[in-house]
């Protein structure tokens, strides 16, 4: 799990070290705030395309061999990102970005297979504690090395290091990463097929369906901050960095320390409602946000529902997957999360451009408050 635990971390400061450079780099690109946001949704839409194949694959081969592919993936979109000199390049590298980072869905397969169910939250607030924790180291050093001017900012930099990081981390699976999966393989589902199964369980479609419209509120917010924060206080790459450093810190606090006592408390379901109705509150309480003061407020209340609310998802999707199904069921709900980091941006995007800077952050409160009536309705103990 050690091993696993530096492999997500590794993703998601590949991921975290753009998050407050992409905006720049469309700024200099004289870029509008939707082609912005649609240039960070490309590694979206590759990791939705490419997660329910790697978390299939993944339950054929093995786990190993699809996290070790798609780090290479990683590594080489790193360095097309640091050396792009042209728009159209940064598309191209965030797509093939977005294709490594399929392996989440792998990632969690893992936890899956080495995990009792009655430990399945705490194994995926692991991997969520991972993930903000990259989150939080990612955008620190992207905007350390980049620095404070968003007229000079050295935005290959970052790249690059990213790209040494995810080298070591392939370094370190291959040596020390042990294979998983013990079941036999099954008979190949297609895609298709494994989304038309979801949608005829009642309980696994609204799981999906509520993670879907959650992580679009989020990404509205990741991927409109930056623009958010330039216009309504001056701030570059450094400062907004800082922000996303400090609400990883919470994210990873919270999942890597808390979650497992949380769930045992209330249950998975209840955090997910009291996770998404805190996101709603964090979301509305961005709009009246005058002062670093008050910023910090509403982010820590991002970080506290984001990080209740995504690994009790998580568990409960896994919980709906038997065990020779459980890459291709995660890998359809990191789909999902993929195609809503796709919907989520260029909505975000859009609103934003038409009504305002507050505007995709009141949108996404609603969505919210959406999200939690449906989440009443799930059953305390889900089965599949």
């Avoid at 505007?359 to 959406?370: D, E, F, N, R």
């Amino acid at each position: 799990m050690g091993t696993l635990f530096f492999i997500v971390f590794i993703d998601l400061v590949g991921f975290g070290v753009v998050i407050p450079l992409l905006p720049y780099y469309g700024l200099t690109f004289h870029a509008t705030p939707f082609a912005i946001t649609t240039m960070m949704a490309c590694y979206s839409l590759a990791q939705f395309i490419a997660s329910p194949l790697l978390g299939m694959l993944s339950d054929r081969v093995g786990r190993k061999p699809v996290i070790l592919a798609s780090l290479v993936c990683s590594v080489v979109s790193y360095l097309w990102l640091g050396f792009a000199t042209q728009l159209w390049m940064l598309f191209a590298a965030r797509l093939l970005a977005g294709a490594g980072a399929g392996n989440i869905s792998a990632a969690q397969a893992y936890v899956a297979d080495v995990t009792p169910p009655d430990q399945r939250a705490k194994g995926m607030g692991m991997i969520g504690a991972a993930i903000g924790l990259g989150f939080t180291v990612g955008p620190a050093i992207g905007g350390a090395v980049a620095g404070g001017n968003a007229q000079s900012a050295h935005l290959a930099w970052p790249a690059f290091v990213a790209a040494a990081l995810s080298a070591a981390a392939f370094a370190l699976a291959f040596a020390r990463l042990e294979e998983s999966l013990t079941h036999k393989p099954v008979e190949r589902v297609g895609r298709l097929a494994m989304a038309r199964a979801a949608t005829e369980r009642p309980v696994l479609r609204l799981l999906i369906l509520l993670i879907f419209v959650a992580i679009a509120a989020f990404a509205g917010m990741e991927t409109t901050f930056a623009l958010w924060a330039h216009d309504g206080f001056g701030w570059g790459p450094f400062q907004v960095g800082m922000i996303f450093f400090y609400v990883g810190i919470l994210l990873s606090a919270l999942q890597g320390g808390a979650i497992g006592r949380l769930t045992k408390a209330v249950g998975e379901t209840n955090l997910v409602i009291g996770g998404g109705a805190i996101l709603a509150i964090g979301l509305f309480a961005l709009t009246f946000a005058y002062a670093l003061w008050f910023v910090l407020v509403a982010t820590a209340l991002l970080a506290i529902g984001m990080g209740m609310f995504s690994p009790a998802m998580s568990s409960l999707i896994s919980k709906q997957a038997a065990d020779n199904e459980r890459g291709g069921v995660l890998g359809l709900s990191q789909s999902a999360q993929s195609l809503a980091r796709i919907v989520g941006p260029a909505v975000a995007g859009a609103v934003y451009g038409g009504f305002g800077r507050n505007a995709p952050y009141y949108l996404g409160a609603l969505l919210m408050v959406g999200v939690v009536a449906f989440a009443v309705r799930l059953p305390r103990r889900a089965s599949p």
